[in-house]
């Protein structure tokens, strides 16, 4: 009767232990997919602009074709234009200068829920005696619906919303 080595075919341990020619993938999946998770919530959060806590509504966010501008009036009543501190007065002189006339061009009004209503008023009428025909307002949606991204002019959770319903046009 013959007998076999303890180490099978090969005898000892040189055949246990061989180098393995493939490589493990899934660490890397694990690594890449931990960072995308990463870039993805940290990106919204890198955009800078004006903080504003807008106020909840339950409208449904407009359809939005172009690049909007955005009007932002913070909680101190000081208006902005995009990211720059503009007066009252010279806010559709710039408005008008950076839509090249064109009275078409979407307008985002972005204000605190703490200030008073009829300065968001004032800002809105402004702009439509400027000309302008489609002004929107912002509002933050309530927890637990989704979101529009309303533009790059946005920042942060305080600052995202989407467009109400309520859209200023002229003679309606």
Do not use: C, W
Not at 32 to 61: E, H, Q, R, W
């Amino acid at each position: 009767m013959a007998m076999s080595s303890p180490g099978g075919r090969n005898g000892g341990r040189r055949g246990r232990y061989r180098p393995l020619a493939e490589i493990n993938v899934t660490p890397l999946v694990d690594v890449m997919l931990v960072l995308l998770v990463i870039f993805m919530v940290t990106a919204p959060l890198m955009t800078s602009g004006v903080s504003v806590d807008l106020p909840k509504t339950d409208a449904k966010p407009l359809n939005t074709d172009s690049k909007p501008l955005t009007v932002s009036i913070n909680s101190g009543g000081k208006i902005y234009l995009q990211n720059q501190q503009v007066e009252l007065p010279e806010l559709v002189a710039k408005l008008q200068a950076i839509a090249s006339g064109d009275a078409t061009r979407r307008i985002f009004v972005r204000g605190d829920k703490d200030i008073s209503y009829g300065l968001v008023v004032q800002v809105m009428a402004t702009i439509a005696q400027g000309g302008f025909t489609k002004v929107a307002l912002l509002a933050q949606p309530p927890a637990g619906l989704p979101a529009a991204a309303p533009g790059p002019a946005a920042s942060g959770p305080a600052a995202s919303g989407s467009p109400a319903a309520a859209t200023k046009q002229p003679g309606h």
